[in-house]
């Protein structure tokens, strides 16, 4: 599996942005892809995750309903819209892939290279 994260890019803090990650490869369809975010000097953290089966997993602690996920199926590619961002949003958001992914980065199996968001206040 191949991913390629995109979208990312410099917004002013209240502005939105969509991140999308394009899949390939034989089991791209069948696997959970996740969303994941890494600031400067800290851990990588969960964001957001759909499974093949369009089931949606959100950590609410971070991101509470600021946050939607969605995957197209035809195109590969699952989407994270991330509204009314805040200036503690910066950072590089990769997506990941994994048969049976949840909320653990050691549960993904295949990363993409990641892309910068950075919020000014």
């Known amino acids: 599996v191949q991913l390629q994260a995109s979208g990312g890019g410099l917004v002013q803090a209240g502005g939105s942005l969509r991140l999308s990650c394009a899949a390939s490869?034989?089991?791209?369809?069948?696997?959970?892809v996740g969303w994941f975010r890494q600031a400067p000097g800290k851990e990588r953290e969960f964001v957001a995750a759909?499974?093949?089966?369009?089931?949606?997993?959100r950590n609410a602690a971070v991101v509470k309903d600021r946050i939607t996920i969605s995957r197209d199926m035809a195109k590969n590619t699952v989407y994270l819209q991330v509204n009314s961002l805040k200036p503690e949003d910066t950072a590089v958001y990769y997506c990941?892939?994994?048969?049976?992914?949840?909320?653990?980065?050691?549960?993904?199996?295949?990363w993409g290279q990641g892309t910068q968001v950075t919020v000014s206040s």
């Open positions: 759909v499974t093949g089966d369009g089931i949606r997993i």
């Open positions: 990941a892939a994994g048969a049976t992914g949840g909320m653990l980065p050691d549960e993904y199996d295949y």
């Open positions: 490869g034989r089991a791209s369809k069948m696997s959970t």
